[in-house]
């Protein structure tokens, strides 16, 4: 079993649609929550960044952790086609990162 | 402020050689860390460098190895290249512990292919 599961889509969304991207994970002591944005051969960029469970909110983003459920979300609403791109779950224990697989979101006009 | 740099972008190797990407942190970090991100999947985290000294590594055998500079500037090299070395490899800088978000900043990648 990986540590950090994503489902890694495709997902296809109409413009104006609310997105929810999740992921789970296995690892109790992950502490530091994150969330990027990557776009086709670019590095990953960081959008929202989280500790404690609960929602975290930054303009059209929300981001949601439930640690009991070891479960976290993203919410994009008002969806652009701008934000179509890959968006990658991290979390932090001690000095490492683990990310997602990642999940491909193109957002149609 | 400068953001994270790696050069070269792209670049060719055949199996067998060797490969050295280089990457400049973001102005004020002192930790770079090093990911393999293949076709499709998520950033697989190589190792870390903290003050010119490894700080972890993740599951990557000895051929990949890395350097720290004073500038904390960093290199990662890779001897005896296998096809499935080929990927995007990630540097990624982060600020002195203790300060502001204790995440990291992603460079754009050099592309790695090997044949």
């Known amino acids: 079993q990986k540590e950090v599961e994503q489902d890694p889509g495709p997902l296809s969304v109409p413009e104006g649609a609310i997105v929810s991207l999740n992921c789970t994970y296995s690892n109790s002591a992950f502490q530091y929550f994150m969330w990027y944005r990557q776009y086709s051969r670019k590095g990953p960029e960081l959008l929202m960044y989280?500790?404690?469970?609960g929602n975290k909110e930054d303009g059209r983003f929300t981001a949601q952790v439930d640690k009991s459920s070891k479960y976290i979300s993203l919410f994009i609403r008002d969806s652009q086609p701008s934000d179509s791109a890959t968006y990658l779950c991290a979390m932090k224990n001690g000095n490492q990162f683990y990310f997602g697989t990642g999940t491909s979101l193109t957002v149609i006009p | 402020e400068t953001g994270v740099t790696q050069s070269p972008t792209h670049l060719i190797k055949t199996r067998g050689q060797q490969v050295t990407l280089r990457c400049s942190s973001q102005s004020g970090h002192n930790t770079v860390s090093w990911y393999q991100q293949a076709l499709g999947q998520g950033p697989q985290f190589i190792f870390q460098y903290y003050r010119e000294e490894e700080n972890g590594r993740g599951n990557f055998p000895p051929r990949f190895s890395g350097l720290q500079f004073p500038n904390y500037s960093s290199e990662l090299n890779v001897n005896a290249l296998e096809l499935d070395d080929s990927a995007l490899y990630l540097c990624?800088?982060?600020?002195?512990?203790?300060?502001?978000?204790?995440?990291?900043?992603f460079g754009p990648g050099t592309r790695l292919t090997v044949l």
């Open positions: 990624a800088s982060s600020p002195p512990r203790g300060l502001s978000t204790d995440t990291q900043y």
């Open positions: 989280t500790y404690s469970s």
